[in-house]
């Protein structure tokens, strides 16, 4: 039996591949169902070129064909500084499994295998834009697996029958279903585009253009929850605000907004910060075409200044539950000046109220178009 250890915490795990083989995952802290399902279909003879897409923060299937063939040469693509952190952190320099990372996949390289498994999470439309853009990329024929959950099936098979060849189940279970194919190349009648929307933004108190892309959050539309929030808080002329978890920039692009509106010279900065790369090329975007000059926007994970700020924002994903919430609140902790006030908008006020409490902030929760206002002072 094969074996690979990857690094940090987790436990064993015996992994089935094709008919008769098993591999032994050490420190590995969960297992999809579908990455179990596709491994049990791995093409004989294995290819010497693997690409896994959008797969970053699930390391089981690289480290398999890592441990069945030393010498493949294996690469992850991730749009999210999150998943590729999680992943540099499992994957030790011998295992020689590269984490790229961008807004858009590059064609810098041929691949004899692609291997894409959305979670049930997954954007639609980045689905859509990730299979249009591999027919861009990549030869005619370049052999692609899709591992797709039960709920999203519906969403998805009919893109995969429009964008692939060949397309095949060779797995279907409860829980997923496995599709073997070929990219189209040049011979498919929808060719990708970056699918720019204009987004035209009318809160109460502040009217802007936004641009927004597949895979950022709230994409084509102003989210009703960060225009509750923009126009609930109180922003004074001359503050330092830090937008966390930014997506396009809603928010802190509607206080840059009123900021400049209210006095055109005032003083003040407003940060953007995301996690995901295509994320902060549409907060860019957008800063310019609003010219805005005192807004910067950066790509982090971690997010680390010596600056203080007057107001934090934050819209955490709802998926997520508090543990985006908490991490806001933890950073607000470090960064807030001793006047600063925090402000994030949510599902859950109750549950995180008694987050900011621990922290030692006093909370007041307003409802705001059926949305909590959590607004937080020390």
């Not at 908008?345 to 922290?359: N, P, T, Y």
């Amino acid at each position: 039996m094969s074996e690979i250890s990857l690094l940090g915490r987790g436990s064993s795990h015996q992994i089935k591949v094709g008919p008769k083989q098993k591999v032994k995952v050490h420190a590995l802290r969960y297992v999809r169902p579908g990455e179990r399902d596709f491994l049990k279909h791995l093409p004989d003879p294995l290819p010497q070129r693997t690409l896994f897409l959008y797969g970053a923060d699930a390391p089981l299937m690289p480290a398999v064909l890592r441990a069945l063939s030393p010498e493949m040469h294996i690469d992850v693509f991730t749009n999210e500084l999150h998943d590729k952190r999680v992943a540099e952190k499992k994957y030790a320099p011998e295992h020689k499994i590269n984490v790229l990372s961008g807004s858009d996949l590059q064609g810098d390289e041929n691949y004899d295998m692609l291997v894409f498994a959305p979670t049930k999470y997954f954007d639609r439309m980045l689905f859509f834009d990730t299979l249009e853009r591999l027919n861009l990329i990549y030869p005619k024929g370049t052999a692609l697996y899709v591992v797709v959950p039960q709920e999203r099936l519906k969403d998805f098979r009919k893109k995969i029958d429009q964008e692939l060849k060949g397309v095949k189940i060779i797995s279907s279970t409860r829980s997923n279903t496995v599709f073997k194919t070929v990219t189209r190349g040049s011979d498919v009648k929808k060719k990708w585009s970056d699918r720019i929307a204009n987004v035209a933004v009318s809160t109460m108190n502040a009217e802007f253009t936004m641009q927004t892309r597949p895979g950022v959050f709230s994409h084509g539309r102003a989210d009703t929850g960060g225009v509750a929030l923009s126009e609930a808080i109180d922003v004074i002329p001359g503050e330092n605000i830090l937008d966390l978890g930014c997506g396009a920039g809603l928010i802190g692009l509607a206080l840059a907004k009123r900021q400049n509106d209210a006095k055109p010279d005032h003083g003040g900065s407003v940060v953007l910060v995301d996690s995901n790369i295509r994320s902060i090329e549409c907060c860019k975007k957008n800063i310019e075409i609003n010219g805005f000059e005192n807004c910067e926007a950066i790509a982090s994970d971690l997010y680390e200044t010596e600056k203080t700020f007057d107001l934090i924002v934050g819209n955490p994903p709802y998926f997520a539950g508090q543990r985006i919430g908490e991490y806001f609140i933890e950073t607000a902790m470090k960064y807030l000046n001793k006047t600063g006030r925090l402000a994030i908008v949510s599902k859950h006020g109750e549950q995180l109220a008694e987050v900011a409490k621990d922290f030692g902030f006093k909370t007041t929760t307003i409802k705001r178009k059926g949305y909590d206002i959590s607004l937080c002072k020390r």
